[in-house]
């Protein structure tokens, strides 16, 4: 049978032609000076990158000055978030091509402490030790169970992902803890994003959710820094990470547009799953099958841990954020699920029992009916 498909034809001499224009790109407009020109008006946090500048050899016949010229950028560059960058010490043609806008010094409003804060409280105190750690509650045998066809379907999902996962990294534990840590810093900022826009649609305040997701989120980012520290994924691994993030991002953003409730259901018995890796892992760490060596710098600054702090200890804690994900996500499912999104009233109850003194009276300042 004829296939009914049509391809897209592309010519030899037209892909051709576009493979020696994207090569002809790459020798002469992407020149350092072309780079060098700004992309933003915005003044650039500026930090100071070495890298490796790929230094082309010479042809010994070339004579050509300006070739020459370019092939003597010093190695040392500034780079800036917003996606220009000079060279230090550049040239005065190089300083002349960079608008005044560029060059200003960092705004002092962004002069601020920008250190991750952990989730729980008792990481914000005394630096902890390894009996510290031990000694923080966990309810290691939790699991919801499921209540209704959603969540059936979440919590399958959720186990059949796991045999590939299994199959792929087998004994590669901490490779398989950045591929997973990767994954997992994405329904956080997915969800918080669609909730802020939810926000600005309805007019009406986020019910205290917004700021909490975008902590996890964060909060999952620095599980993968720190793991990152302390293996470096393959190629292989890391040209995978960027398609199941293409994916991920998308099937969870849909997923969140259809049912919200489903999705915080997915991610509650994702962190579930993550609770037994890490309980699995510091197994292995116990048998001598997993290396127990020094923690990460990262790690000891985040989770306040005593410098003498060991892969173990960095396990104790990620576990321990991985079991606030799991119940906070369990919890908000529930809450959508009763209709009783709103967090604030709730909480500030809370603190009223535990004899806590709330910042604010919630209910005054944030409910006027159910807007601003
Ligand atoms: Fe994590
Ligand atoms: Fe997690």
Not at 155 to 176: A, E, G, N, W
Not at 319 to 341: F, G, P, W, Y
Request: hydrophobic letters at 40%.
């Amino acid at each position: 049978m004829q296939s009914t498909f049509s391809p897209l034809r592309v010519t030899s001499s037209s892909s051709t032609r576009a493979i020696k224009s994207l090569l002809h790109q790459s020798t002469s407009s992407f020149s350092t000076a072309t780079l060098a020109r700004p992309v933003a008006i915005l003044p650039p946090v500026a930090t100071s990158i070495a890298y490796r500048h790929h230094q082309q050899q010479q042809h010994p016949t070339s004579s050509s000055s300006s070739s020459s010229s370019r092939h003597k950028r010093p190695q040392h560059r500034s780079f800036s978030l917003f996606g220009s960058f000079k060279a230090e010490g550049a040239s005065g043609a190089d300083t002349k091509r960079i608008p005044k806008a560029v060059q200003n010094e960092i705004p002092e409003v962004l002069l601020h402490d920008i250190h991750p804060q952990p989730m729980l409280d008792e990481f914000k105190g005394k630096r902890l030790s390894t009996a510290d750690l031990e000694a923080i509650p966990i309810d290691l045998g939790f699991h919801r169970e499921p209540a209704g066809v959603s969540d059936w379907v979440a919590y399958h999902v959720v186990k059949s992902m796991r045999i590939p996962v299994d199959l792929f990294f087998r004994t590669k534990y901490i490779h398989r803890v950045v591929a997973l840590e990767t994954v997992a810093a994405v329904p956080g900022m997915v969800a918080g994003m669609l909730r802020h826009l939810r926000s600005l649609r309805r007019c009406s305040h986020d019910g205290g959710w917004i700021s909490h997701l975008l902590h996890e989120a964060e909060n999952e980012r620095m599980h993968l820094l720190t793991w990152m520290k302390v293996a470096q994924p393959t190629l292989f691994e890391r040209a995978l990470v960027t398609a199941v993030q293409g994916v991920f991002f998308n099937v969870f953003f849909a997923l969140y547009m259809v049912s919200d409730k489903t999705a915080h259901r997915v991610v509650g018995y994702l962190e579930e799953q993550a609770v037994i890796s890490y309980t699995h892992m510091l197994d292995e760490i116990a048998a001598g099958v997993l290396e127990n060596g020094p923690a990460p710098k990262i790690a000891i600054d985040y989770w306040n841990l005593e410098e003498t702090a060991t892969i173990r200890d960095v396990c104790l804690a990620i576990r321990l954020d991985e079991s606030v994900h799991m119940h906070t996500n369990h919890h908000l499912s529930d809450r959508i699920a009763l209709k009783q999104e709103d967090l604030r009233v709730d909480i500030q109850k809370m603190q009223e029992e535990r004899g806590m003194i709330p910042t604010q009276n919630a209910e005054k300042v944030w409910t006027k009916g159910n807007k601003y």
